[in-house]
Each structure stands twice: as C-alpha cells, then as structure tokens.
C-alpha cells in the first residue's frame, strides 16, 4: 500500500492511499465522477515519500498497514482516515 497525491489540471489536489498507480487514477477518477458528476481531465498521481517530511510517520504507517484503498484525509490528533470508493452499482 502506498500513498499518492493526485494533482489536476483543475486545480484539485486529492490524497489517496492504493496499491499503485493505476489504482490511484481510478480512485481519482470514481471520486471526481461522484463529486463533479463527469470524469476529470488531465491528471498527475504522485507517489509521495514515507519519509517526506510532512508526514507525521507514525499515522502513516497505521493507515497504510489497514490495507485500505480510497481518499486519504488528515487530522493531527487523530491521524489519517481512508474513504474507500463506493460501490458500483449494477
């Protein structure tokens, strides 16, 4: 598991907790489809450093140890929460 920011062409930069880049696009891309109600336009996914300074590494680690994929939010005192995509339907 890995952490990425994805930076728009929009202006939108998104967290994201995945396996890999390909699975950071689609989140992105489920995720602005949800929010905007039509699918971004051009994208960039960053995989960011474990070490950067940033991070607080400690909550880092617990987040990427759940295994979780989805948007990756921060709070200092509580540490980052992922919100897995939701369900397709069909």
Do not use: Q
Request: hydrophobic share 40%; proline share 6%.
């Amino acid at each position: 598991m890995h952490m990425f920011t994805i930076e728009a062409a929009s202006g939108i930069n998104l967290t994201v907790c995945a396996a890999n880049y390909n699975k950071a696009a689609e989140v992105f891309v489920v995720w602005h489809l949800e929010k905007h109600g039509e699918a971004p336009g051009a994208f960039d996914v960053l995989k960011r450093n474990r070490r950067w300074a940033g991070h607080n590494r400690k909550h880092l680690e617990e987040a990427l140890a759940t295994g979780i994929t989805g948007v990756a939010t921060y709070d200092p005192a509580h540490g980052w929460t992922i919100i897995p995509p939701a369900p397709s339907e069909g």
